[in-house]
């Protein structure tokens, strides 16, 4: 096939990139100029957001597929369709589970689950990308949407300092306490990136896909106190001081927090793939949060650059820590 792949070197995107071309792919990636590709891919150097230079970089080509990493809202889904008009036989979307409506009791989530999030504006933009597609209804662009759920690879899990900072393993390395949102046992499904490619390499092409939504997650559901846990062990820590406060209370000193902590994280995170399954038979996922998270910290660790420690986060960190180490004095962090 002849790929296309919109950001293609990213979090998630790295690992589907690779497995393209180990699978024999002839991949493109559209990326800003500037930015690094990936050997053995060919690289089309635009800025998506200029439609009339993606115009141009994309007027030479049609592709069998194209995937799109990096939309956010429906206007960049409208772009894409005007661009892509008769250019690629399938259109994919990656939106997010985050999208989903979270649960009202101890139930897997399935594609059928509805999609609301009142909490996330994030969320709220990805599921209108979605009704953009469904609206338009594939005529002449079949589509597939997907919806990954906290997929990692070149990021730190971590809901409070991580992510792409580096700030809570830090912490953690120097000994200082780290914030766990909740009690810690709210159950939370990880995905590593290479797992995820496989899901969606499957769907390529595929046409059991076509017009069709799909998530893609492991069956590994850890509770938040075994992710931190994990990660620190990871990092060489192996008793990190952990400080659980209740999600509303943190959204109290910081509502920017309110989207991934109540509209997502806050929340037990199960997930059905059977719809997944049968599309893509031989979807099974291989790798471990123990052993992901380790290979995660190595990519840290192998380069000093990609450590991104924040000032601004260590600061906040300390702020709710010593706000409230004096309102619930027996803390037993210090």
């Not at 060919?42 to 799109?68: G, K, T």
């Not at 971590?158 to 709210?186: E, K, N």
């Not at 850890?222 to 060489?236: D, R």
């Not at 991104?308 to 300390?318: K, N, P, R």
Request: aromatic share 10%.
């Amino acid at each position: 096939m002849k790929i296309l792949f919109i950001g293609g070197t990213g979090n998630i995107s790295t690992s589907c990139s690779r497995l393209a071309m180990e699978l024999g792919h002839e991949l493109w990636l559209l990326h800003r100029p500037g930015r690094p590709g990936i050997a053995g891919a060919h690289d089309l150097a635009c800025d998506i957001n200029d439609e009339a230079s993606a115009a141009q970089a994309l007027a030479p080509h049609r592709f069998d597929v194209v995937v799109q990493f990096i939309a956010f809202t429906p206007e960049d889904v409208a772009r894409d369709l005007r661009l892509l008009a008769g250019k690629c036989d399938q259109y994919v979307f990656l939106s997010s589970a985050s999208a989903y409506a979270k649960p009202r009791g101890f139930a897997p989530t399935t594609e059928r689950t509805p999609l609301e999030n009142p909490h996330w504006q994030y969320s709220r933009d990805k599921i209108a990308c979605e009704e953009l597609l469904v609206e338009q209804g594939g005529d002449g662009m079949p589509y597939t949407i997907v919806r990954p759920s906290h997929t990692y690879d070149q990021v730190i899990l971590l809901p409070i300092g991580g992510w792409q900072s580096f700030t809570a393993v830090d912490r953690m390395r120097r000994g200082l306490p780290v914030i766990v949102p909740g009690d810690g046992t709210s159950l939370w499904t990880v995905t590593h990136a290479e797992d995820f490619a496989q899901g969606l390499l499957g769907l390529l092409w595929n046409p059991l896909a076509m017009n069709e939504d799909f998530q893609i997650t492991s069956d590994e559901a850890l509770t938040w106190n075994e992710i931190y846990l994990q990660t620190a062990l990871a990092a060489g820590v192996a008793d990190p001081k952990l400080v659980h406060i209740a999600s509303e209370l943190l959204i109290a000193w910081n509502p920017d927090w309110e989207g991934t902590l109540l509209g997502d994280k806050s929340h037990t995170a199960l997930f059905d793939n059977s719809k997944l399954r049968r599309a893509v038979p031989g979807f099974q996922p291989k790798i471990p949060f123990r052993e992901g998270v380790r290979r995660t910290m190595a990519w840290f660790d192998a380069d000093p650059s990609r450590r991104h420690l924040s000032a601004d986060d260590d600061a906040e960190f300390e702020r709710i820590l010593s706000a409230y180490g004096k309102a619930w004095p027996a803390g037993s962090w210090e």
